[in-house]
């Protein structure tokens, strides 16, 4: 049975996983709503680029990685983990 500490450090690294794809999500999402056009002027693209920030902010909460895993065991690269 592996050591808890390792149990933690995996689910730290599948949370963080989770964290990372959210963002790459919510940027894809904010780069299409909020298109940067040609004919823009610099203030514009300022404008634009402050509209993404915002709404990765708005929308990059904790609360929307909350995940719950039902299974009382799991296995991380063919390691096997019981909680």
């Known amino acids: 049975m592996p050591h808890i500490s390792l149990y933690l450090n995996q689910m730290d690294i599948l949370y963080n996983l989770f964290e990372i794809n959210d963002k790459i999500l919510l940027n894809n999402i ?3 709503n909020y298109t ?7 203030d514009e693209i300022e404008y634009i680029i402050e509209k993404r920030e915002l709404f990765i902010l708005k929308y990059n909460k904790i609360n929307n990685r909350i995940f719950r895993l039902n299974n ?9 983990i019981e909680q």
């Open 72 to 80: 009382k065991r799991y296995y991380i690269n063919q390691l096997l």
């Open 30 to 32: 904010a780069t299409s």
């Open 36 to 42: 940067i056009e040609s004919d823009d002027e610099e």
